[in-house]
């Protein structure tokens, strides 16, 4: 497999959009862990892996999921209608259970599956 490149600038300004979005009640460390794994599923995602992942609904209870961004399943899903999630802050996916897009408020992430 090949190894997957970070850019750090990414990681330090999802570490700072978590710290305020949680009104700096998160540690920094905790704030940086969180940053990386969203890079880091990014980046797998966006090379064509399905990964399994699992982050904290809004409700509280954990949702796993199994998304993607591989391209050609993104094109054969997008329709172009509304505003894109990033723009509210949500890491968007092609749900690839359901092919459907989900998304998650990036605060929220726990952790990669596998």
Do not use: H
């Not at 990414?10 to 540690?27: F, P």
């Not at 329709?79 to 802050?89: E, H, L």
């Not at 968007?92 to 998304?103: S, T």
């Amino acid at each position: 497999m090949k190894a997957i490149s970070i850019n750090i600038s990414n990681i330090g300004e999802n570490a700072v959009k978590v710290i305020n979005k949680l009104n700096n009640e998160i540690d920094e460390a905790t704030a940086l862990s969180k940053a990386l794994l969203l890079e880091t599923l990014k980046k797998r995602m966006m090379r064509g892996e399905v990964v399994r992942f699992c982050y904290q609904k809004v409700d509280g209870s954990i949702r796993y999921a199994v998304g993607t961004l591989q391209s050609d399943a993104v094109k054969a899903n997008v329709n172009g209608n509304g505003i894109p999630k990033r723009y509210y802050g949500m890491f968007a996916y092609l749900d690839v259970e359901k092919m459907a897009w989900r998304g998650f408020k990036e605060e929220r992430i726990i952790g990669i599956v596998d």
